[in-house]
């Protein structure tokens, strides 16, 4: 079919929930509220996050505040506004004083010094040029894939001032817009007020993170704070209340707040080397003055060249403080980085670090809940024989929510063999991450949760230092269980598609419906494993829908492509079908469709529902993803066709092959 086909081959280049290709987050495509906005002269207003109370958070402040809550855009704040003033800089950023949201200042604060990862937040199609229209997006890595936030610029202002954070270029606005978009993906600007400084970084990179306990450091803490500055990791650090009833300590800590690293290095000094940090206030003001401060007498006893290089004096709240003195007044040290690079400061091969993800979906069934864990929820390992400090990190996630901070309880055990090498306590909080050295051998990593829960989606990453990665489980465990693991690895469609295609390079239409019905739909973490499953005929029609080149077949990219889109309205489906149903009413089907921006008039709605509902106007999942699957493909072919125009003409043999085939 060639309608569309260029829009597809671009598309199948990138992966989908990278950041190339990222997910729409609320299912708002940036590109198309755009046009349609500039098309129309309007300035988008962002329904999804609307501007009032409910963004804020209804108990952050008193509703006598709450109701002195300006929303501006930022051309009625200044007179010639602009994303950035001279590119960007941590020392954009100062943090307001409302919203204690250091954790989240301090992660971007980090990220301006690494290009690899800000290029990845902050598009560039945007600003205030002949392009505006009211609307930004900015990307955040949000449970495994990489999504797309889009945003309206009605900022939040009190009493003449910035509600939180403010630019300190008076006409820059990426920093207020930014943290806009994280708000808006954490449910609210409530939900910045005081958080983890780890989950920033990983929401900001889709990176591993390790905390370090400052007070009883590790072994070469300091050669890891080296090893991460040179590899380009984010660092932060975090102080605790010493002393109650003081914000600010003697010497210019501010308690309970959140420092960005900036660097770490040896300087010659007395005769030795003395280990500095460089910290990051986000006010933008407010510096250690104790030893190495801006105006200490420790930089007169420095050579001159290194003074030259590392010594400013100016009040912008960046400071270098002795090792010591870091470990004396702050409690945690967070590194972030894609791999965790940081701990190859002793690295003595050239192993690489490798990565493997698992979804899935923890689910308490009976009393002996660990018991059932053991059995169905087992990810393996194989350490190979070398030598280092630390070869093995496991990150377990929450899927998180954007409405509310509830979470479960949840651990994993790290077993070899019969033994339990590691039984991790349980813990409240998103992330758990922990790095191990371990002796050559097969080891099991079992995630576990409290009882009490109903059910737990989580992620599991194992990083490992190798030249081997994840293996397949040995004859000691169920084929069932392979299995298992199969449909729900995130990145499964590769091995699904070998399975199913045998030996070819391509699936055919009964390929695709064995795939849909006794893979995706019989997957339990779905809950759709009911009814009569993809038909046939349904089958056939989706494959004609990506088969660019009409031949009946689909290839691995195309496959791929369906495999996400898949995805994508399954959790719209479940996330719709509120009393667990199996069915999709006619103001369902109308609501998902908005919030697509597909803007289908209602006569095409009641088309759609007549076409794709039962007697009753229900729409079971199968059919609902071929209705949507065939909207979004359509409009899209359409759009690339008609390149705007609002219009599109037709041969007779592509008319013909277009209603006949597609």
Same mark, same amino acid.
């Given at each position: 079919?060639?309608?569309?086909?260029?829009?597809?081959?671009?598309?199948?280049?990138?992966?989908?929930?990278?950041?190339?290709?990222?997910?729409?987050?609320?299912?708002?495509?940036?590109?198309?509220?755009?046009?349609?906005?500039?098309?129309?002269?309007?300035?988008?207003?962002?329904?999804?996050?609307?501007?009032?109370s409910?963004?804020?958070?209804?108990?952050?402040?008193?509703?006598?505040?709450?109701?002195?809550?300006?929303?501006?855009?930022?051309?009625?704040?200044?007179?010639?506004? *602009?994303?950035?003033?001279?590119?960007? /800089?941590?020392?954009?950023?100062l943090?307001? @004083?409302?919203?204690?949201? *250091?954790?989240?200042?301090?992660?971007?604060?980090? #990220?301006?010094q690494?290009?690899?990862?800000?290029?990845?937040? %902050?598009?560039?199609?945007?600003?205030? !040029?002949? /392009?505006?229209?009211?609307?930004?997006?900015?990307?955040?890595?949000?449970?495994?894939?990489?999504?797309?936030?889009?945003?309206?610029?009605?900022?939040?202002?009190?009493?003449?001032?910035?509600?939180?954070?403010?630019? &300190?270029? !008076?006409?820059?606005?990426?920093?207020?817009?930014?943290?806009k978009?994280?708000a808006?993906?954490? =449910?609210?600007?409530?939900?910045?007020?005081?958080?983890?400084?780890?989950?920033?970084?990983?929401?900001?990179?889709?990176?591993?993170?390790?905390t370090?306990?400052?007070?009883?450091?590790?072994?070469?803490?300091?050669?890891?704070?080296?090893?991460?500055?040179?590899t380009?990791?984010?660092?932060?650090?975090?102080t605790?209340?010493?002393?109650?009833?003081?914000?600010?300590?003697? !010497?210019?800590?501010?308690?309970?707040?959140?420092?960005?690293?900036?660097?770490?290095?040896?300087?010659?000094?007395?005769?030795?080397k003395?280990?500095?940090?460089?910290?990051?206030?986000?006010?933008?003001?407010?510096?250690? !003055?104790?030893?190495?401060s801006?105006?200490?007498?420790?930089w007169?006893?420095?050579?001159?060249?290194?003074?030259?290089?590392?010594?400013?004096?100016?009040?912008?709240?960046?400071?270098? %403080?002795?090792?010591?003195?870091?470990?004396?007044?702050?409690?945690?040290?967070?590194? *972030?980085?894609?791999?965790?690079?940081?701990?190859?400061?002793?690295?003595?091969?050239?192993?690489?670090?490798?990565?493997? /993800?698992?979804?899935?979906?923890?689910?308490?069934?009976?009393?002996?809940?660990?018991?059932?864990?053991?059995?169905?929820?087992?990810?393996? %390992?194989?350490?190979?024989?070398?030598?280092? $400090?630390?070869?093995?990190?496991?990150?377990?996630?929450?899927?998180?929510?954007?409405? /509310?901070?509830?979470?479960?309880?949840?651990?994993?055990?790290?077993?070899?063999?019969?033994?339990?090498?590691?039984?991790?306590q349980?813990?409240?909080?998103?992330?758990?991450?922990?790095s191990?050295?371990?002796?050559p051998?097969?080891?099991?990593?079992?995630?576990?949760?409290?009882p @009490?829960?109903?059910? #737990?989606?989580?992620?599991?990453?194992?990083?490992?230092?190798?030249?081997?990665?994840?293996?397949?489980?040995?004859?000691?465990?169920?084929?069932?269980?392979?299995?298992?693991?199969?449909?729900?690895?995130?990145?499964?469609?590769?091995?699904?598609?070998? &399975?199913?295609?045998?030996?070819?390079?391509?699936?055919d239409?009964?390929?695709?419906?064995?795939?849909?019905?006794?893979?995706l739909?019989?997957?339990?973490?779905? =809950?759709?494993?009911?009814?009569?499953?993809?038909?046939?005929?349904?089958?056939?029609?989706?494959?004609? +829908?990506?088969?660019?080149?009409?031949?009946?077949?689909?290839?691995?990219?195309?496959?791929?492509?369906?495999?996400?889109a898949?995805?994508?309205?399954?959790?719209?489906?479940g996330?719709?079908?509120?009393?667990?149903?199996?069915?999709?009413?006619?103001?369902?089907?109308?609501?998902?469709?908005?919030?697509?921006?597909?803007?289908?008039?209602?006569?095409?709605?009641?088309?759609?529902?007549?076409?794709?509902?039962?007697?009753?106007? &229900?729409?079971?999942?199968?059919?609902?993803?071929?209705?949507?699957?065939? +909207?979004?493909?359509?409009?899209?072919?359409?759009?690339?066709?008609? $390149?705007?125009?609002?219009?599109?003409?037709?041969?007779?043999?592509?008319?013909?092959?277009?209603?006949?085939? *597609?």
């Open positions: 079919m060639e309608i569309g086909k260029n829009l597809l081959l671009k598309q199948n280049q990138a992966t989908e929930g990278s950041p190339a290709f990222p997910l729409q987050f609320n299912n708002q495509d940036f590109v198309k509220l755009r046009n349609y906005c500039l098309h129309q002269r309007l300035l988008f207003e962002d329904d999804t996050f609307p501007a009032n409910y963004s804020i958070g209804l108990d952050l402040f008193p509703q006598k505040q709450l109701r002195k809550v300006q929303w501006l855009r930022p051309y009625e704040w200044v007179k010639n506004p *602009c994303l950035f003033v001279d590119g960007i /800089s941590r020392f954009d950023i943090q307001g @004083q409302k919203i204690g949201n *250091c954790w989240v200042l301090a992660a971007l604060g980090a #990220l301006t690494q290009q690899q990862f800000l290029k990845n937040v %902050i598009p560039k199609d945007q600003g205030f !040029n002949h /392009s505006y229209a009211g609307i930004f997006h900015f990307q955040f890595w949000y449970f495994g894939n990489w999504v797309d936030v889009v945003i309206d610029d009605r900022l939040p202002f009190m009493d003449g001032h910035y509600l939180s954070v403010h630019p &300190r270029s !008076n006409n820059e606005f990426w920093p207020p817009l930014v943290e978009a994280y808006k993906l954490r =449910g609210s600007y409530k939900n910045l007020h005081y958080g983890l400084i780890s989950e920033a970084f990983v929401d900001l990179t889709g990176g591993v993170q390790l370090y306990q400052l007070r009883n450091p590790t072994d070469h803490l300091f050669e890891i704070m080296k090893t991460a500055a040179l380009g990791c984010l660092m932060a650090c975090t605790e209340e010493k002393k109650p009833g003081s914000l600010i300590l003697e !010497n210019g800590i501010v308690q309970r707040h959140v420092y960005a690293v900036t660097d770490a290095k040896e300087v010659p000094y007395m005769y030795r003395e280990p500095l940090i460089k910290l990051w206030n986000p006010w933008g003001t407010m510096e250690w !003055n104790g030893a190495w801006d105006y200490s007498m420790e007169d006893q420095v050579p001159q060249s290194f003074k030259d290089k590392l010594y400013v004096n100016r009040a912008d709240g960046e400071f270098w %403080i002795s090792f010591e003195d870091l470990k004396n007044n702050f409690s945690f040290l967070s590194i *972030c980085n894609n791999f965790p690079t940081f701990l190859d400061f002793d690295k003595k091969s050239n192993m690489s670090w490798s990565l493997v /993800s698992y979804f899935n979906q923890l689910s308490p069934e009976g009393s002996n809940f660990r018991s059932t864990l053991s059995k169905n929820h087992q990810y393996f %390992i194989k350490v190979p024989e070398f030598t280092t $400090k630390d070869n093995v990190v496991v990150a377990l996630m929450q899927r998180p929510s954007n409405t /509310s901070r509830t979470l479960a309880l949840m651990g994993f055990q790290l077993k070899k063999g019969r033994t339990i090498v590691d039984d991790n349980l813990n409240k909080t998103r992330d758990i991450t922990i191990y050295h371990l002796k051998g097969d080891y099991i990593i079992i995630p576990t949760t409290s @009490q829960n109903q059910e #737990l989606k989580f992620l599991l990453r194992i990083f490992l230092r190798s030249q081997v990665n994840i293996r397949k489980p040995n004859n000691e465990f169920t084929a069932e269980m392979t299995k298992d693991m199969l449909v729900l690895d995130p990145d499964n469609y590769e091995r699904v598609f070998l &399975r199913y295609a045998y030996q070819n390079s391509y699936l239409a009964s390929q695709l419906q064995r795939i849909l019905n006794d893979v739909l019989k997957d339990p973490m779905t =809950g759709l494993g009911t009814g009569d499953g993809f038909s046939f005929d349904s089958c056939k029609s989706l494959l004609a +829908l990506m088969d660019i080149n009409a031949n009946g077949k689909l290839s691995f990219q195309q496959f791929k492509r369906l495999w996400k898949f995805k994508k309205y399954e959790y719209v489906f996330r719709e079908d509120g009393n667990n149903s199996g069915f999709l009413t006619v103001s369902n089907l109308r609501r998902i469709v908005q919030e697509t921006g597909l803007h289908v008039s209602d006569k095409v709605l009641q088309l759609l529902v007549l076409r794709y509902g039962d007697s009753t106007q &229900r729409i079971n999942f199968p059919d609902f993803f071929c209705c949507m699957f065939r +909207l979004e493909i359509m409009t899209k072919a359409f759009l690339n066709l008609s $390149k705007n125009s609002g219009s599109i003409c037709f041969t007779e043999n592509e008319w013909m092959t277009m209603i006949m085939y *597609c």
